[in-house]
């Protein structure tokens, strides 16, 4: 699943919405955007834990809560660390499944992914390098006071202790008017940033949106200090993971659709290309959202497609009718030498919408 504000693809097609988004947090070469940016500023070390709770809503009713964590690291030289772990819902106890690991060194620009499941990593260099600060500076000290525009207010919260630091806050409140909202109803939008001078990242944030839900990200168990420098070594045993690994196991792991990758870092997300619109049940009068998984494979076509959210037998069997025929552009798997196509499981919105 994903958080926050999502790598996604969104594609309206008169009566169908399809919304594709990862099993796990999207993230680019440098590191996870999506969130709290880990800065890879020198001389401010420590380690931590961001806690990432999310309420799913959808067409205005309660799906679920979610829960994951994220382990982070930073020593002296700037570079950081990341655990990445799998989204699980908030009544599950003990840490969610390990996705990945990433870290990154701001001196010489290379990056590393691990992938613990598989025992497998790729490294590479980033051709520019990550910000030093956050994209979101709303409440730092250099941070920009003016409105984005006139339907948005923004309001300071002051300075409070968050995680053993001092951290300013700032929100900034949204109002969508009935006629662009898309509910028919207006709609306030919420965004609040806590920001850390002293770490030089944002220790908190929090986003809330009636229509989709709400997220917060909170970054806790704050060690000022060194991080084990073995963090950011490549552990023994793991072998380099796709094009020119040198592995038939490997390679043959790679093409299993039962095993797909998981979207992010050097995998990017499929492209679609076509999606038939499905069939609205007859004697049906109200539309509703049928969500499904699947397959993407190596050539773009939907495998092992399956319903995980049921409106009705009728509109989940159109759905799945639908998805088994629409193509994308596959996900690419994208290595210091080269790139080739790899499977991916994702997750689909097919909205109904009764015809007019």
Same mark, same amino acid.
Do not use: H, K, M
């Given at each position: 699943m994903v958080l926050m504000r999502p790598q996604s693809a969104l594609v309206g097609l008169s009566r169908l919405v399809v919304l594709i988004y990862a099993a796990a947090l999207p993230c680019v070469w440098g590191q996870n955007t999506s969130g709290i940016f880990l800065t890879p500023i020198p001389n401010a070390p420590f380690t931590g834990v961001i806690a990432v709770e999310r309420t799913a809503v959808r067409n205005g009713a309660f799906v679920a809560i979610l829960k994951t964590t994220r382990d982070v690291a930073r020593d002296s030289q700037g570079r950081v660390y990341n655990i990445f772990r799998e989204l699980v819902p908030v009544s599950e106890s003990g840490p969610p499944p390990i996705v990945r690991i990433h870290f990154y060194d701001p001196q010489t620009r290379s990056y590393t992914y691990l992938y613990p499941d598989r025992k497998v990593y790729v490294t590479g260099t980033v051709n520019h390098p990550p910000a030093a600060?956050?994209?979101?500076?709303?409440?730092?000290?250099?941070?920009?006071?003016?409105p984005l525009n006139q339907f948005t207010k923004q309001e300071d919260l002051g300075t409070q202790s968050i995680a053993g630091v001092s951290a300013h806050g700032v929100r900034q409140i949204?109002?969508?008017?009935?006629?662009?909202?898309?509910?028919?109803?207006?709609?306030v939008l919420t965004d609040?940033?806590?920001?850390?001078d002293e770490l030089h990242i944002n220790v908190v944030i929090k986003h809330n949106d009636p229509r989709t839900g709400s997220v917060t990200m909170t970054l806790g168990q704050v060690t000022r200090g060194e991080p084990d420098p073995s963090l950011f070594q490549i552990p023994e045993g793991y072998k380099p993971m796709g094009v020119g690994s040198g592995s038939p196991q490997l390679e043959n792991a790679n093409r299993d659709v039962a095993s797909p990758y998981h979207i992010g870092g050097p995998v990017s997300a499929p492209s679609l290309l076509s999606a038939p619109d499905p069939e609205f049940p007859s004697g049906q009068t109200e539309g509703? $959202? +049928?969500?499904?998984?699947?397959?993407?494979?190596?050539k773009g076509a939907p *495998?092992? &497609?399956? $319903? +995980?959210?049921?409106?009705?037998?009728?509109?989940?069997?159109?759905?799945? *009718?639908? &998805?088994?025929?629409?193509r994308f552009s596959p996900a690419m798997l994208q290595t210091e030498s080269a790139s080739k196509p790899v499977a991916v499981e994702v997750n689909i919105e097919v909205n109904f919408r009764p015809p007019s």
């Open positions: 600060e956050p994209a979101d500076l709303l409440a730092s000290p250099v941070g920009n006071s003016v949204q109002t969508i008017p009935a006629a662009s909202s898309g509910t028919g109803n207006e709609i609040e940033y806590w920001y850390s509703g $959202v +049928v969500v499904v998984a699947c397959v993407v494979d190596e *495998r092992q &497609v399956r $319903v +995980v959210r049921s409106l009705s037998d009728a509109f989940d069997q159109s759905a799945v *009718r639908a &998805v088994e025929q629409y």
